[in-house]
């Protein structure tokens, strides 16, 4: 199993810039999960979907992220126009929530992103 | 809304010795799960163990074990025969019960194993 794939790894862009994130999640799991990490703010959610469909949205900081699950194999976190303060680690994480009574997230290598 | 606390911000042990890692939260939830998260300085968040709230019996995995209290909403982390390997973030993490729940998670604990 690859586990959860995230590209790219390390970005680095300038402010005003569009940033967009790419996550494949474990094949079967039917949740993904987007997280950010950052020292003052620590792990903090971003969005959910489940079956592919947004749930909650509201860790979201403003309209500049934007997320998308066109299908169960493939997700997008969008950040437009990009500033200096969203640099940080953003995480995918995937589960197979409910299925077989699992409920365990797995997460991707994440993605450090760095906005000059 | 759910809190989680690590108030040890910082701890170390010696290789093969054993360590607790401290970590409270606070819900009005009756079900729910609890987590523990490594992060080593690769950055990689791995699981490392996780405890249903209805089950009274503490989980174990290998060296891991957990100390559940759920009435005083306590879940302590005990690493056995620490290994250099073990060197790295601890996050104790909370997730409700139910379709699509997030984690919250706690502030985290930095673990170092020295010789």
């Known amino acids: 199993d690859a586990g959860v794939i995230q590209s790219p790894r390390h970005e680095v862009t300038e402010m005003g810039q569009e940033v967009t994130l790419r996550c494949k999640p474990i094949s079967g799991h039917n949740s993904l999960f987007w997280y950010r990490q950052t020292m003052m703010r620590g792990l903090e959610l971003l969005i959910y979907?489940?079956?592919?469909?947004?749930?909650?949205d509201s860790g979201m900081p403003e309209d500049r992220f934007s997320a998308k699950m066109p299908n169960a194999s493939f997700s997008t976190l969008k950040i437009q126009p990009s500033e200096p303060r969203d640099s940080a680690v953003y995480f995918c994480a995937s589960s197979p929530l409910g299925i077989a009574g699992a409920y365990e997230q797995y997460f991707g290598p994440g993605t450090r992103l760095t906005v000059t | 809304a759910q809190t989680v606390t690590q108030s040890q911000p910082e701890m170390s042990v010696q290789e093969a010795e054993t360590v607790t890692l401290s970590c409270t939260y606070d819900t009005s939830e009756s079900n729910y799960y609890l987590f523990w998260y490594k992060q080593p300085p690769s950055r990689q968040m791995i699981l490392v163990i996780r405890?249903?709230?209805?089950?009274?019996q503490n989980a174990t995995e290998n060296r891991f074990s957990v100390n559940f209290q759920k009435a005083a909403k306590s879940f302590s982390l005990k690493i056995s025969d620490s290994q250099l390997g073990d060197t790295a973030m601890y996050f104790c993490a909370f997730m409700r019960t139910g379709t699509a729940s997030k984690l919250t998670f706690g502030t985290g604990t930095r673990l170092q194993v020295t010789l």
């Open positions: 405890q249903e709230a209805y089950k009274q």
């Open positions: 979907f489940n079956n592919n469909v947004p749930i909650d």
